[in-house]
């Protein structure tokens, strides 16, 4: 017996469906099997069974998606006589009313989404550009003057950085017992405005900034006043021209909320009694003690337990008035600057109805506005704190960062899996993910909390890393370097290929290298001018392609080694049904050691399309036998109509 629920033959339609949608559920068998089929359709708190008719080979049903949004999961139970085998699921851990099957194997996965659910096409139709902003570029001296000036001010150690050129403190300053990252290289908003054009050069159209908000560390993760550029930066008008300025060249800007916590050295808290207001540190009377939460001794609860970063209660009314729905809330404030969005850190940690709010919020205000969450698992079946997570189904995020395809993109570039891993990973997605999600996913190869690319390519580690301590040792060798840059180039080319919005950090497109923090934030310089070419092909290319952009996708483990992606318009519409002009084009990469030759058919592979958008593409290309040679390490792109 056979189900595959990535070709229509057996589900239709293939992905994630709408509340209330109808789904043809199919089986195939050889005719004449004797057996009774169930299906046996689940979630947390739904169970159904249904019965299975026998039509010409195949066991089928049509059932009706509930009228919720969630992750269902289905298997098909078989009975032959006193027999009874289990499809898509082993007997372990209990799901629905007395059946058990075990956690990895839960069966078929439904994604059901909610009517009406809209992306930002200007993120499916984008290139990102991550950038920390003290390391990016300098523009105005007086920011750093200013800056330092304004935090000793405030009784905290700074360290400024006499030179560009220097590594970022990676140990505790003189006289300090432990690191603390306050040393500060200078780069504000006015260094990015100046930038704008090499970056709209490079096909940018969205910048995503690390916290740019008053705080007393480089990273700005510890919150000192929510509505207030760092004096280091510049100021809330530098902000409001950067966001002019790049609008003008179509250049958007979404910020980063850090709204689990503040920092315990903020406007909020004031533990260190800096600021004028009376923090919630300081009186019960403060109007912001009921963000937090306080034990009879006094002892706070904190992120983590790192005492400098105190736990808010998000779902607080007064907190959820300033961040959100009050007259100058946080978000109505920096939206009001220019922003387009905003970056939400921790998403696990921030409560479903949170997310909820401020994207009802946000969306009253303009539809277009992103709101992307930091989320390092599958979206759609993430768990956290013992809650299944539904921010990914119509009423939360419109994006989050794709962390998943940094990890199976390097396993696959590695050698630690083959193309045809990569290839389930990657249909897996497509088809789990809710589409208007999956074509705003950000696809991401390095960010501040993990490895430069090029670093984990050429030094072969993906997860499992040295301690920081022996970081600060690791160097990078001139051959490894080698090796990096050669596999970045693939990488980059998967990344620019496959749908979502791929996102650049700051100075891969020059091959920086750096470990975890803080060597992954160095100041930005041009390592390599080569791959900043090679990079600036295939951002241009997917700039000018709609079908790149929009167009629907087909993923094929061409051999062992070489993974093939298909993105095609057959029908001048594209995935969301716009006008799209016709045509195909396919990416071959091969990270292997030896030349391969492939040869296969694209009317034999499917899986992920719909079948009249398969049929529109056979018919477009008339020939759809693809033979022809990759070389070792390298990729090739084809236009094939």
Not at 522 to 545: A, C, M, N, Q, W
Request: aromatic content about 14%; overall charge negative.
């Amino acid at each position: 017996m056979i189900h595959n629920a990535s070709i229509e033959q057996y589900r239709e339609p293939v992905g994630a469906v709408t509340k209330g949608e109808e789904v043809k559920l199919r089986l195939f068998a050889l005719e004449g099997t004797a057996v009774t089929v169930e299906l046996v359709l689940y979630s947390e708190d739904y169970h159904k069974t249904f019965s299975m008719r026998e039509k010409k080979g195949f066991y089928e049903c049509i059932i009706e998606m509930p009228e919720k949004a969630c992750i269902l999961w289905y298997y098909f139970r078989i009975t032959e006589g006193n027999y009874t085998y289990y499809y898509g699921a082993r007997p372990g851990r209990t799901c629905g009313e007395g059946i058990r099957v075990e956690e990895d194997v839960q069966g078929f996965q439904i994604t059901v989404y909610e009517r009406g659910f809209e992306t930002p096409r200007w993120l499916s139709k984008g290139i990102m550009y991550q950038i920390f902003p003290d390391r990016f570029c300098r523009g105005d001296r007086q920011n750093t003057v200013r800056g330092e000036a304004y935090h000793r001010k405030m009784g905290r150690d700074i360290y400024v950085h006499k030179s560009w050129e220097e590594r970022p403190l990676f140990g505790p300053m003189e006289g300090k017992e432990f690191y603390d990252p306050c040393d500060f290289f200078g780069g504000d908003l006015e260094g990015i405005k100046k930038r704008l054009d090499e970056l709209k050069k490079l096909g940018v159209t969205c910048i995503y900034l690390n916290p740019i908000v008053e705080s007393s560390s480089n990273h700005r993760y510890n919150t000192g006043d929510y509505k207030k550029v760092d004096p280091f930066l510049g100021d809330n008008d530098d902000f409001r021209e950067l966001c002019e300025v790049a609008r003008r060249k179509g250049i958007h800007i979404i910020l980063d909320g850090v709204f689990s916590h503040t920092g315990a050295d903020s406007l909020y808290f004031n533990k260190n009694g800096n600021y004028k207001s009376v923090g919630a540190y300081q009186s019960q009377d403060s109007p912001y003690y009921d963000w937090y939460s306080f034990d009879s001794r006094g002892d706070y609860k904190s992120w983590w337990g790192f005492r400098s970063l105190p736990e808010v209660n998000e779902l607080d009314d007064r907190f959820l008035s300033y961040i959100i729905t009050g007259r100058n809330s946080v978000l109505k404030h920096w939206f009001n600057l220019g922003a387009s969005g905003f970056r939400l850190d921790v998403a696990d940690e921030l409560p479903d109805e949170f997310i909820f709010l401020m994207r009802k919020t946000m969306k009253k205000m303009f539809k277009n506005y992103a709101l992307i969450g930091e989320v390092w698992e599958d979206v759609t079946t993430k768990e956290s704190y013992g809650v299944k997570r539904k921010y990914a189904l119509g009423r939360g995020l419109d994006s989050t960062m794709n962390y998943p395809f940094k990890v199976n993109c390097v396993n696959f570039l590695l050698g630690n899996e083959d193309a045809y891993a990569m290839q389930q990973f990657l249909l897996g997605q497509q088809c789990n993910y809710p589409k208007p999600f999956y074509y705003s996913v950000m696809n991401l190869l390095s960010s501040h909390d993990i490895p430069r690319i090029r670093t984990t390519l050429a030094s072969g580690m993906n997860e499992m890393l040295p301690s920081r301590e022996n970081q600060i040792d690791y160097v990078v060798t001139s051959e490894n370097d080698r090796r990096g840059a050669v596999l970045s180039r693939l990488a980059f080319a998967i990344q620019f290929f496959i749908p979502g919005i791929p996102s650049i950090y700051y100075g891969d497109e020059y091959g920086m290298n750096g470990l975890m923090d803080p060597f992954n934030r160095g100041p930005y310089f041009k390592h390599d001018t080569k791959i900043y070419e090679e990079l600036k092909t295939v951002s241009v290319f997917r700039s000018r392609e709609k079908i790149l952009q929009t167009g629907y996708a087909l993923y094929i483990g061409a051999s062992e080694n070489v993974l093939a992606v298909l993105r095609f318009v057959a029908g001048n519409k594209d995935i969301f049904g716009e006008p799209c002009g016709q045509g195909a084009y396919l990416l071959l990469v091969n990270p292997g050691e030896e030349e391969e030759e492939i040869e296969f058919d694209i009317a034999d592979h499917r899986e992920g399309v719909p079948e009249e958008e398969h049929r529109r593409l056979v018919k477009m290309l008339g020939n759809t036998r693809v033979h022809t040679k990759v070389q070792k390490s390298d990729y090739k792109i084809m236009r094939l109509s």
